[in-house]
């Protein structure tokens, strides 16, 4: 069974940096695609970026120019650099790992975009 563990939350003032980051365990990550998606209190689950094992990438509009994924297989860590951060962005952002039927999930990283 493979797992999924996020780190590098945290609290941040508006225009912020943080970089987040997800170890995997238990998985041939090299195969995987692997993603980040955020939920916000009151609100579903959302996309914010991807990235294909061959190292696709994908990003939500609202995240577009300011938010960076990639992915470092020898280390079999996703990252998810984070700049010019808002208000908006405050959510419990999840890392996910995807290889036909199987999905996993992490336990989630607090980020609070706040003065």
């Known amino acids: 069974q493979g797992q999924l563990v996020e780190s590098g939350g945290g609290l941040v003032q508006p225009g912020g940096s943080l970089r987040l980051s997800c170890a995997a365990t238990r998985m041939t990550f090299k195969l995987y695609r692997l993603a980040w998606y955020r939920q916000a209190p009151g609100k579903a689950r959302e996309l914010v970026a991807s990235i294909t094992s061959l190292g696709s990438t994908n990003y939500a509009d609202s995240v577009k120019g300011r938010f960076t994924i990639s992915r470092d297989n020898a280390k079999t860590t996703l990252y998810l650099q984070m700049n010019s951060l808002k208000t908006e962005d405050t959510a419990v952002y999840y890392c996910?790992?995807?290889?036909?039927?199987?999905?996993?999930w992490g336990q989630g990283t607090q980020v609070t975009v706040s003065l």
């Open positions: 996910n790992g995807d290889f036909g039927r199987v999905v996993y």
